[in-house]
């Protein structure tokens, strides 16, 4: 009897692994509000119902559709210069896609030469560039980023380069660990036995073994490149208005958070989903790619 | 005569450690010539691998070094060698195959492109030409209908084929000596018969000479021509196979003999040698076996046996002998 019953319960929890991707919360729902922002951020012009950054003085401070006083001539509400929160979240999604894009190209290609390059040459040269990656992740990157800002003044560019300056640090950490891990390995050895070159060791026997933990790391930042492009823009270093940025939005109801919420509430939201989702994917890759739970 | 290919003269490796220095290979000295097979057999950790890897210059640096001795291969002194002359001869003229086939070939790639790549560093040969030496050193390792193996990844592959893989790769430029670390070691019975028949018979067609790393004394009877019996650093007996096997004069090697399982013997238990290897980084004064040894005197623990010619081609280094 008890084997019977045994049998139907492992038939069970078969059928649930073989979930189709598709059905796994974890992946669909990250999948769809990035799939979201990604479409807004093209598609901005043709799916934003106002110019985000014409300002209408009679419009200045209508609340959202469903609010005392709001109607769905503007979903969202309107700023304190008139303009239509649903149209610069909208537009919003293009400076934070691409920032975070740009970012993220940039810190992993540094991170992963200087992970890669510590790792498999060792010695002196390792040890220095693990120390200014410590140096480098133990700087608060919001003063640094303050900083350019006033060098430079702030600008889209500026923003980029303020993130990426230490955004690099964790992926040269987790690449060199990763290194350190592969150098060791018999196929390496055996590379080195053929008579290959250590740069095309590093590039071709390395590197290919270290993209599954550079995409986990990589999806994972996403969330946090955005964030910290919103605390720019809000703290004023970022993005320069008019220009709608998430970060700039929330800063710009501060003052008037009590009477006029909807100003900092949405972009505020999109923010966390965003981010959110970013997490949530790069936990549901890094699930798929750890050979030790694909190989059940 | 055939040529002689490989000549090591008093090779010492050391490794730099925290703990201090430590001499893996102390004064290894030996040869091997074109077409034969040199077995080089020992317990674990007496510097079989160490003495591999120092000919081909791969030590772990910085800790590992080569520190005192010559490698002279085909008239060249490999220690003298500059890195980028070094590499060179690495896959060309010297290769190696390494013993566990399931680590040695990179996951990510397909077989066929880890076989080009060696043909690619060291023949020059224009692209449409790399594919044909790729299949014929396929081929060589009698991997079947190798047309059809080169896409196939690492793990779609048996630890049998895949040594074979190992072994295509090491081939594949036509090295004058290979050097194999317990290449059977990680195979079951069948497979390792299989294995070390192919090997002869790749020795026949190409005329390579080979250094067989190994702890097994019964693989030496059926590959290697001569034997160099090592122990903690040392070679201890040198002796064609025939002569090891029918008449060895060196008490480890006496040992190492006794404790391969046999068939035609009914003993009630399996022969084996009491005792550990001695820790290389303290080790005794005198002889390094003598602490294990049944026959040892007051001589072997206070000074060093030298090494005793008994005929041209048979050494022993025991005070026994001398």
Known sequence: ?296 | MSELLLKVEDLQTAFFTRQGVIKAVDGVSFHVRDGETVGIVGESGCGKTVTGLSILRLLPEPAGRIIGGKIIFQGVNLVELSKNHMRAYRGKMISMILQDPMTSLNPVFPIGDQIAESVRLHQGLPDDMIQPEVISALRLLKIPAPEMRLNDYPFQLSGGMRQRVVGAIAMSCHPRLLIADEPTTALDATIQAQYIALFKDIQQKTNVGIIFITHDFGVVAKMCHRVCVMYAGKIVETAPTSVIFKAPRHPYTVALINSVPRLDRKDERLYSIEGQPPSMANLPPGCRFCPRCSAAQDICRKQQPPEVKISDDHSVSCWRIS
């Open chain 1, 1 to 296: 009897m008890a084997a019977i019953r045994d049998f139907t319960i492992d038939n069970k929890s078969l059928r649930k692994k073989s979930r189709p991707v598709i059905l796994q919360p974890n992946f669909i729902i990250p999948v769809v509000i990035l799939t979201l922002l990604v479409i807004c951020a093209i598609f901005a012009p043709l799916l934003a119902p106002y110019n985000p950054t014409v300002n209408s003085l009679k419009d200045r401070l209508l609340p959202p559709f469903f609010a005392h006083g709001g109607s769905t001539a503007h979903f969202l509400g309107t700023d304190g210069f008139g303009r239509d929160i649903l149209s610069r979240v909208i537009y919003g999604a293009r400076i934070s896609l691409s920032v975070s894009m740009l970012v993220i190209l940039i810190t992993a290609s540094i991170g992963t030469i200087v992970g890669i390059f510590s790792g498999y040459i060792g010695g002196r040269w390792d040890s220095f560039l693990m120390r200014v990656t410590d140096v480098s992740l133990a700087f608060p990157a919001i003063l640094i980023a303050l900083l350019m800002a006033v060098i430079l003044g702030p600008s889209f560019w500026t923003v980029v380069i303020a993130i990426s300056l230490l955004g690099w640090a964790p992926y040269a950490r987790l690449i060199r660990g990763e290194t350190l891990r592969l150098r060791q390995a018999d196929f390496v050895t055996q590379a080195r036995i053929i008579g290959t070159s250590p740069l095309r060791i590093m590039g071709v026997h390395i590197f290919p073994n270290v993209v599954n933990p550079l995409i986990v790391l990589a999806t994972m930042q996403v969330g946090l490149v955005i964030l910290t492009e919103a605390a720019l823009s809000y703290l004023g270093a970022g993005i320069p208005p008019p220009t709608a940025s998430w970060g700039q939005m929330v800063s710009d109801g501060r003052n008037v958070i009590d009477t006029a919420w909807w100003i900092s509430f949405f972009p505020g939201i999109a923010i966390g989903l965003v981010v959110l989702s970013g997490n949530f994917l790069g936990d549901w890759i890094r699930d798929k790619l750890d050979p030790r739970l694909r190989q059940l």
